[in-house]
């Protein structure tokens, strides 16, 4: 351009507006040009060199190289150029980007680069006037451009977070969880030194594989693990004689240091005591007398190497703190809690707080006791997931912490007159208010109720105790892959098995592990509705009293005919049994024998007895019990099938033979006989005593 067409005479005081168009055409230029070359970065020292070289061609006077420099030095080119780019500048990284000093409002864009061997994705980012406060985004997330990246998922290290657990890197996992309230993803996956505990809002947006040395970044978690049930019993009193024999186990925790639980016992008495055991419950390493009042809640803080107990005494907000051989006990009072009394504590070792409990309000300490959040559960009374039903001693119990999630627990009832035992889990959601998933199991004994509570590295512990009688429920964590929640419901029917003929004792509860004794399986499951699967010969004896559920024991292969029985069964006060396929032989008493309004079926079993003298009933009702006896086979008996006592027998499709009696009634009992066949039997049916006894229908 010759000069005399340039439209200033002052080079002191330039033309802007003319400047501003040159400048404009500048950038088009530029622009036009990176968006013919694939990849070429779009930066904002790039368009000013460019523009530069435009002016040189331009062959104006040095006087407005030198005004441009001015403009460049100052910032007041960048916010022109800045101000005339229709899309954002675009860098290899972000340091390269903080090179270039870009003014206010501008926005850019990272490619993706590796940082601290962290790949990180492109990102939109917004420069700010002066330094952008720690609670403000640093990113601009909501323009259309934004599409020009590749992933809408934030790393604090795009945000000038280290990620080496030294530097602190506090103001960007901020901005990091900030960006997550915008509905944007992170992704964290090194380790941050972070100076205060960061509550994330938005935690199902945030995949944390990170870890944090310094304060911790927390959020709620749900209970998502999936549990097989493993069944103990011991019986404190027996492996020590200096406990209170009043007591009543109240919490437990582990001491994952020492291997070792610590259980609170209570008496009726302020003073109680606390109990360790070894690691695998076989042995009381110490017994320690202590006013721990109620003892509702243990927990074991590792990085201070003490107990916290939740008293639930009289004195609000009190939490006891015990050195870790429990020779001292020091009280410390939570202002929060000053109007009521706390009955829940859990230490969260792997985020380094400390969760309490008391009667209406719940709150997260520091492991120091730095009070951080309170929150309210609206769910957690009847009705809810946790407390179902409305019946005696259904209600909350102790507390945990299982892989960050924060467990309520509560001992249940579903049936009347304390029966069907059970307990139930759920995680504590405090960010939503609300309880999470819920898992229930059956106690392991009918009279239990649970009480204690603990984490031992991914499985849980729970405890249900008739005093210090004391039964352990082991939730084993199975492998991944699985259905994420396996809720047993205690209403229904538990698959158990049985091989008297192992030397081996398993829990039950599978084909791989049964019980090696059906007396001791019935005593352990009769709580709740069971179905007991015979593997081989039963060999004892056993005696069931009241059972109110469903027990029913039969061949585990029902393609065997029967199994073979040398013992009698007794059953008092069971409302519902019922006996498939078994063969009782070589009895010379009673094979069957109920009493006090005892219900029983008996399908396809078979009943041989040692002959036909005597005045053994093979299988005898008595004291307003019903048995219904279905296509039974009866041989070598004296009485085969006898009701008395105001009972009830019935005898369908069955067939008797070489017996002195078939069936009979006595005493005010009701015997029918209903489509059988005898043969070689003296006499088919007897009525005698005010007993009534019918055939087909008519009265013997």
Not at 55 to 63: I, P, R
Not at 74 to 82: C, D, M, Q
Not at 357 to 368: C, N
Not at 428 to 436: D, I, N, P, V
Request: proline residues 3%.
């Amino acid at each position: 351009m010759a000069f005399e067409q340039f439209p200033y005479s002052n080079f002191h005081d330039l033309n802007l507006d003319w400047v501003l168009k040159e400048v404009q055409t500048a950038v088009n230029q530029y622009e036009e040009l990176t968006n013919r070359i694939d990849g070429m970065d779009v930066t904002l020292q790039g368009a000013i060199d460019y523009i530069n070289n435009y002016f040189k061609n331009l062959d104006v006077q040095e006087e407005i190289d030198k005004k441009l420099e001015e403009m460049n030095k100052s910032g007041e080119l960048a916010n022109i150029v800045a101000l005339y780019m229709k899309a954002p500048f675009c860098y290899p990284s972000y340091e390269i980007a903080q090179q270039d000093n870009l003014p206010s409002g501008s926005r850019f864009i990272v490619r993706r680069f590796y940082t601290n061997q962290t790949l990180v994705f492109p990102a939109l980012y917004y420069v700010y006037d002066g330094v952008a406060s720690e609670n403000s985004l640093s990113i601009y997330y909501t323009d259309n451009k934004s599409t020009r990246c590749d992933e809408t998922i934030i790393y604090p290290e795009q945000l000038g977070a280290v990620g080496n657990g030294i530097a602190d890197d506090t103001i960007a996992i901020k901005k990091t969880i900030l960006y997550t309230t915008h509905k944007i993803s992170a992704k964290l996956l090194q380790s941050y030194n972070i100076s205060e505990t960061v509550i994330a809002t938005y935690p199902n947006l945030i995949e944390n594989y990170a870890t944090f040395p310094n304060k911790p970044l927390i959020y709620e978690r749900d209970l998502t693990a999936n549990f097989v049930p493993h069944y103990y019993r011991i019986d404190l009193l027996k492996m020590s004689n200096a406990l209170n024999p009043e007591g009543n186990l109240q919490s437990v925790c582990y001491n994952y240091n020492t291997k070792q639980f610590a259980a609170c016992i209570s008496t009726s008495s302020n003073t109680g005591n606390v109990v360790i055991l070894n690691s695998d419950f076989s042995a009381i390493l110490s017994v320690k007398a202590l006013q721990i009042y109620h003892g509702n809640d243990i927990t074991y803080i590792g990085t201070s190497n003490t107990y916290a107990i939740a008293p639930m005494d009289a004195n609000n907000g009190k939490i006891l703190i015990c050195s870790a051989d429990f020779s001292s006990i020091n009280p410390i009072y939570l202002e929060y809690f000053s109007d009521q009394p706390v009955s829940g504590v859990s230490y969260d070792p792997d985020n380094k707080i400390i969760y309490v409990v008391g009667r209406e309000k719940s709150a997260i300490y520091s492991e120091d006791w730095v009070f951080i959040k309170s929150y309210t559960l609206t769910n957690i009374g009847y009705p809810s997931k946790l407390i179902p039903y409305n019946n005696q001693y259904t209600v909350g119990q102790s507390t945990t912490v299982y892989k960050g999630a924060f467990i309520r627990s509560a001992s249940s009832y579903p049936g009347a007159n304390l029966t069907f035992p059970s307990f139930r889990l759920a995680a504590a959601l405090w960010q939503s208010q609300k309880l999470g998933n819920c898992v229930e199991y059956p106690l392991f004994n009918k009279w239990d109720e649970m009480e204690g509570v603990c984490t031992v590295g991914d499985d849980i512990y729970v405890f249900g105790k008739v005093g210090l009688l004391i039964s352990i429920t082991k939730l084993v964590n199975v492998a991944a892959g699985q259905t994420p929640i396996q809720n047993i419901n205690a209403n229904n029917p538990l698959n158990l098995w049985l091989d008297e003929s192992s030397t081996t004792c398993g829990d039950g509860l599978s084909k791989e592990t049964p019980h090696n004794s059906l007396q001791q399986l019935l005593d352990s499951y009769t709580g709740r509705a069971i179905i007991i699967n015979v593997l081989s010969s039963i060999k004892s004896s056993i005696r069931v009293d009241a059972a109110s559920c469903s027990i029913t024991i039969q061949p585990e292969d029902e393609s065997i005919e029967t199994i073979s029985c040398t013992g009698q069964f007794v059953f008092n006060w069971c409302s519902n049994v019922v006996l498939k396929n078994i063969h009782f032989s070589g009895m010379a008493y009673s094979a069957i024998y109920t009493s006090f309004n005892g219900v029983l079926i008996l399908a396809n079993c078979q009943f041989t007895g040692t002959g036909t003298s005597g005045s053994t009933a093979m299988v005898n009702a008595t004291s307003g019990s019903i048995i219904n006896i279905i296509s039974g086979v009866f041989n070598n008996c004296q009485l085969a099938a006898r009701a008395s006592t105001s009972s009830s027998l019935t005898a369908g499709q069955c067939s008797f033979t070489n017996c002195n009696i078939g069936v009979g009634a006595y005493y005010g009992g009701t015997a029918f006989a209903n489509g059988c066949t005898f043969s070689a039997v003296t006499t088919n049916i007897v009525s005698g005593g005010g007993g009534v006894a019918f055939n087909n229908g008519v009265k013997a």
